[in-house]
T-cell receptor, first 112, second 113 residues
Framework: QKEVEQDPGPLSVPEGAIVSLNCTYSNSAFQYFMWYRQYSRKGPELLMYTYSSGNKEDGRFTAQVDKSSKYISLFIRDSQPSDSATYLCAMSVSNQGGKLIFGQGTELSVKP | DSGVTQTPKHLITATGQRVTLRCSPRSGDLSVYWYQQSLDQGLQFLIQYYNGEERAKGNILERFSAQQFPDLHSELNLSSLELGDSALYFC????????????FGNGTRLTVT
């Protein structure tokens, strides 16, 4: 079993839809949670960064962490075709020097 | 632009050969991370350096090695290459503090024929 599980999709939605992306994890020591966006032929780009449980909002993006359920989510409101990319969740433990463990990534396509 | 520079962008080589991938971190970042991304395995952590010293090691093969130089750039050396080593290799950097996120370069695409 992988430490971090993420549905690879692909996920296809119409423009303007609310998108929900999720990851589950097994290591209760994870404390830092991130979402990265990766466009084709590019490196992962940091979208959201949260510590421990709770919500964080940045524009159209909201990240949620539920440590009791070992479950994190990323919501994208009013999705745009430019949001079409692969979304990767990532997590780290404080005593491992910042090493990130990634989910498999979910491929998202937003259709005009 | 993340500020992390990786060269070359593409590399095509034959089995059994050796290649070197180069990474320049963001200005001010002391820590460099190497990741391998393949279709079936996703992003896999290989190794981390902090200010010239190895800090953490992942599932890095013995045929692979890395180092970080005094000017903080890093090189990943891959030797005795096999077809299965074909992948995207990413470098990331961070200031190195425990809660600092990683910023990634655009990777080197390695094709072994």
């Amino acid at each position: 079993q992988k430490e971090v599980e993420q549905d690879p999709g692909p996920l296809s939605v119409p423009e303007g839809a609310i998108v929900s992306l999720n990851c589950t994890y097994s290591n209760s020591a994870f404390q830092y949670f991130m979402w990265y966006r990766q466009y084709s032929r590019k490196g992962p780009e940091l979208l959201m960064y949260t510590y421990s449980s709770g919500n964080k909002e940045d524009g159209r993006f909201t990240a949620q962490v539920d440590k009791s359920s070992k479950y994190i989510s990323l919501f994208i409101r009013d999705s745009q075709p430019s949001d079409s990319a692969t979304y990767l969740c990532a997590m780290s433990v404080s005593n491992q020097g910042g090493k990130l463990i990634f989910g498999q990534g979910t491929e998202l396509s937003v259709k005009p | 632009d993340s500020g992390v520079t990786q060269t070359p962008k593409h590399l095509i080589t034959a089995t059994g050969q050796r290649v070197t991938l180069r990474c320049s971190p963001r200005s001010g970042d002391l820590s460099v991370y190497w990741y391998q991304q393949s279709l079936d395995q996703g992003l896999q952590f290989l190794i981390q350096y902090y200010n010239g010293e190895e800090r953490a090691k992942g599932n890095i093969l013995e045929r692979f090695s890395a180092q970080q130089f005094p000017d903080l750039h890093s090189e990943l050396n891959l030797s005795s290459l096999e077809l299965g080593d074909s992948a995207l290799y990413f470098c990331a950097s961070s200031p190195g503090t425990v809660n600092s996120p990683l910023h990634f370069g655009n990777g080197t695409r390695l094709t072994v024929t």
